[in-house]
């Protein structure tokens, strides 16, 4: 089979945290089709181990859905920072500690029937008290709580936990 060819394309919408192509593509299969696409930068998804059997998870509110979420800190990676990096920034923003320890753990494709994002996930620990305080994004009212894995499990079966890149980062450990 050969690579799809793209015929045309055009940004149709410039937005703050991702942005949309539409582009005209000759498939492996000879069909041609019109795709769109969101272009959302690679992001980082931590799972914060501040002691073993443990796990720091945060609370927010996500307009989209119209609910607050509990789930594992998450943030895109910035131009010219390596997702090591992004996940040391997004520790220190979101739950208010800086690991020291950082293991990647996984690199996953969370919706690529439309979107490009990559999200790695990096297991946290020997989480320490930063030194200055965090620059925090506008949007952002996070509420960090500590559980015992089991209860977060517990949390998911109950139906209280929805997030996808959560339930899946709380898997792998």
């Excluded at 307009?63 to 998450?74: D, G, K, M, Q, R």
């Amino acid at each position: 089979m050969s690579d799809p060819e793209r015929l045309s394309h055009e940004r149709v919408y410039d937005g703050k945290v991702f942005d949309v192509d539409r582009d005209k593509v000759r498939m492996p299969n000879g069909r041609t089709v019109t795709v769109d696409v969101v272009r959302h930068p690679k992001s980082v998804v931590l799972i914060p181990i501040p002691e073993p059997g443990h796990v720091i998870l945060i609370r927010q509110y996500r307009y989209p859905v119209n609910a607050f979420l509990w789930e594992l800190p998450a943030g895109s990676v910035d131009d010219g920072e390596s997702p090591e990096q992004a996940a040391r920034r997004e520790c220190h923003e979101e739950i208010g500690k800086v690991p020291a320890t950082i293991v990647r753990m996984a690199a996953m494709l969370p919706t690529p029937g439309y979107c490009d994002e990559e999200m790695v996930f990096f297991r946290v620990s020997s989480l320490e008290e930063p030194t200055e305080a965090a620059a925090v994004d506008e949007d952002e009212d996070i509420e960090a709580k500590t559980f015992e894995l089991r209860e977060a499990r517990e949390m998911i079966r109950r139906g209280e936990i929805i997030d996808m890149k959560t339930v899946a980062g709380l898997a792998m450990i």
